[in-house]
């Protein structure tokens, strides 16, 4: 199975969850597994983000697949595989055959839901306790870290102290997606103690099972100004140093490394296109996005590249901040 497909059926796991149980109180589920949440107060503990799930009673949590092993008593990775081809690939429903249904009747995939602009609006304040943002007055200075702030529209969250959000606003200047995100002030580097430290503002918001499409970040950019070359990174970061210091390209991001697809670079055709993947990735973006008329995919940081650079696992921006002589 290619990577591609196993993801796809990651993606699948609001809809199996779906199938199996029922939604308890807050944004959470009731456990397949423990049962937590059909208790008279119904404080389920059982919760998706993204494509992984946790249940905080019974302590179990991963993604579709150790779920549907967990639930069918599947515990040989290969046979997980083989089930889940069969419960996922049928005509794009999902016939979860011999699963012991707690909920009946089917319940129809709900509309994608947009951010109201006024939620993107009401994070557009509070700068000097957003870490990035002091981060980018460290790297680019106040005038220059402020315009391109305001350009890509990075807000501040109060999930985390300190925490910023990078909205994907498309070329409709539709607000797709948000992701708040934490990051060291001095360094740049992202805080990953005690956790991930990532949150989707669709989840925040309790509409996880709502989120449209992504787009890359920075689309709105690209869309504003056609005159020039669009360059695709994968890390926010990386497109906003990118922005800062090499402002001949326009600046996207997937937002991951394996978030990048042909339906992301639609909005692009008829654009000359550079793909700038992480070290690493090279292979994989040249696979999904290779031979697309216009696109080019650079093998720049393969080859530049030391055997350091690479144990460090160096990113665009690493490289592009190093350029101008700039270390964390
Ligand atoms: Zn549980």
Redesign the pocket.
Known sequence: MTEQALQAIRERLPEYVGSITERSKGGFWV??????GTGPNRSG??RIQGDRWR??????GGDVLDLLGEIEQITDFRDRLLRAEEVFRIDGRMRPTGVPMIRRESKPKPEPSLIPESVMRASFKAYDQNTFALWLVRVFGEPKALEVAFMYGIGTSRHWPGACVFWQIDEEWRVRRGKVMLYNSRTGRRVKEPGNMVAGVHWLLGMADRKPEPCLFGLHLAAADRSKPVAVVESEKSAIIGAGFVPEFIWTATGGSGTLNREMLKPLQGRRVVLYPDLGAFDKWKEKAGGLPGVDVSGLLEQRASAGDRAAGLDVADFLLREQGITA
């Open positions: 456990c397949p597994l423990c049962g937590s503990a059982f249940c905080f009673s019974c302590g179990r």
